[in-house]
C-alpha cells in the first residue's frame, strides 16, 4: 500500500491566491522529506530537502519565498506556493524515505 | 556538478528487449535507482543499484558500473503496460546520502 500520502491531489486556483499542499508518510517517521516539480514531458526536478524540526534547504535557483516549506512533525510536510502564478502551474510530488524512497501521489496545480 | 544523461525517448515491439541506457557524472555517489513513470502519475521503484553488476528482478533487471560512471535497465518480454517514461536517478553521497537527482527520463513506446 500507499507509504507516502499527498493532499490535495488537484487543485485549481487563481492567480496570486497561495496554495498549501501537504505531504504526509504513513506509518514511518520521515526527518527528511523531498518536493519535486515536474512540468509536462520533464523529469522530476528538485525544489527543495524539508528537514523535522529545521529550515528546508532549498536548491539553487527555487525561491524560498515562494515556496514556504514546513516539516513541523515527522509525518508530516507543507508546501505552500505564495502569490500563485501561471507558470507555477505543475506537478508537485514529495517523497520520503524508509529504506528505499517513496514517492507520494503528487499534487496537480493549475493556476488561472 | 551533477549530471545525467540518458536517451529522450526508445520503440521497441511487444515481446521484444529494450534497454534503456543512463551515464551519470556527480560528485558524490550513493547508489542509483530506476524509476517507472505513467502520464499523470508519480514515479514507482524498479530498482536500486549501489555495488557493480547486475540486479534482476522478475522481467527487469540493472547493471551498474561506478567506474564507467555507467547504467542500464534492461526490460525483457515487453508488454503494453511498460509503456512509459523511465527515470534514472542517482542518490547524492555528498550531503548526507539521501539527495536523489533525476535523468530526463526516457519514454518508451510499445508497439504490438
Known amino acids: 500500500g500507499a507509504v507516502v500520502s499527498q493532499h490535495p491531489s488537484w487543485v485549481i486556483c487563481k492567480s496570486g491566491t497561495s496554495v498549501k499542499i501537504e505531504c504526509r508518510s504513513l506509518d514511518f517517521q520521515a526527518t527528511t522529506m523531498f518536493w519535486y516539480r515536474q512540468f509536462p514531458k520533464q523529469s522530476l526536478m528538485l525544489m527543495a530537502t524539508s528537514n523535522e524540526g529545521s529550515k528546508a534547504t532549498y536548491e539553487q535557483g527555487v525561491e524560498k519565498d515562494k515556496f514556504l516549506i514546513n516539516h513541523a512533525s515527522l509525518t508530516l510536510s507543507t508546501l505552500t506556493v505564495t502569490s500563485a502564478h501561471p507558470e507555477d502551474s505543475s506537478f508537485y510530488i514529495c517523497s520520503a524515505i524508509r529504506q528505499e524512497q517513496f514517492f507520494g501521489p503528487g499534487t496537480r496545480l493549475t493556476v488561472l | 556538478g551533477q549530471n545525467i544523461d540518458q536517451p529522450t525517448e526508445m520503440t521497441a515491439t511487444e515481446g521484444a528487449i529494450v534497454q534503456i541506457n543512463c551515464t551519470y557524472q556527480?560528485?558524490?555517489?550513493?547508489?542509483l535507482f530506476w524509476y517507472q513513470q505513467h502520464a499523470g502519475e508519480a514515479p514507482t521503484f524498479l530498482s536500486y543499484n549501489v555495488l557493480d553488476g547486475l540486479e534482476e528482478k522478475g522481467r527487469f533487471s540493472s547493471f551498474l558500473s561506478r567506474s564507467k560512471g555507467y547504467s542500464y535497465l534492461l526490460l525483457k518480454e515487453l508488454q503494453m503496460k511498460d509503456s512509459a517514461s523511465y527515470l534514472c536517478a542517482v542518490r547524492d553521497g555528498e550531503t548526507g546520502g539521501f539527495k536523489t537527482i533525476f535523468g530526463a527520463g526516457t519514454r518508451l513506446f510499445v508497439k504490438a
Open positions: 556527480t560528485s558524490g555517489f550513493n547508489g
